[in-house]
């Protein structure tokens, strides 16, 4: 059971102790009716700020002293994190913390997430602290192993095959004629000469 405060379009837990400051009150049973009414987050109950609360300083010190970015983002009920290499979300839902990778191609699509342009990372921390860490030697290893897409060769197969290659082939062509066509003219006048 969730609770609107209809004058913020904020919801909450029943737990959240913000419900207490609430003048007009609307209920949800699932998260889905509140998003659908475009309610946001509360940023003291939702339920991925919950494991900031409890960690709040070191989480703050970790941020600082890495320049993360670490916000949260009371669209989607996340905390958004990015570095200088790579965009984040950490999620929480059933008591249990995730953590979602920004797709680097398109076709890194997920069926399971919830969560658009993102993939679910598999990788399981019990902390916010944890995944902080993981993020920061994620980054360390792609900066020493670039991402090859892996439809690059796909790609250059379509790419010989298709109508643009063949065209220009029949231009190449073409124009190889032509410069045939032309030294034979000139051969035959010279032998006329
Ligand atoms: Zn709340």
Redesign the pocket.
């Known amino acids: 059971m969730y609770i609107g405060d209809i004058e913020k379009k904020?919801f909450?837990?029943s737990q959240?102790?913000?419900?207490k400051e609430i003048n007009h009150q609307t209920f949800f049973f699932i998260e889905a009716e509140a998003l659908k009414e475009h309610y946001h987050y509360?940023?003291?109950?939702?339920a991925v700020m919950a494991y900031y609360h409890q960690d709040r300083q070191n989480i703050d010190d970790f941020v600082n002293d890495y320049h993360l970015s670490f916000h949260f983002n009371n669209q989607d009920g996340t905390i958004d994190v990015m570095t200088r290499y790579s965009r984040w979300k950490l999620y929480a839902s059933d008591r249990k913390l995730s953590l979602y990778h920004h797709n680097e191609f398109a076709t890194d699509f997920d069926e399971a997430t919830k969560i658009k342009d993102y993939h679910r990372q598999h990788v399981h921390k019990e902390s916010i602290i944890d995944y902080l860490q993981y993020i920061i030697s994620h980054d360390a290893f792609r900066k020493n192993n670039p991402y090859e897409p892996p439809q690059t060769m796909k790609d250059r197969h379509l790419t010989k095959n298709s109508k643009k290659y063949r065209k220009e082939q029949r231009h190449i062509r073409k124009i190889k004629g032509k410069i045939t066509a032309r030294k034979v003219n000139e051969l035959l006048r010279d032998l006329h000469k």
């Open positions: 904020i909450h837990t959240c102790e913000k419900v509360c940023p003291y109950c939702a």
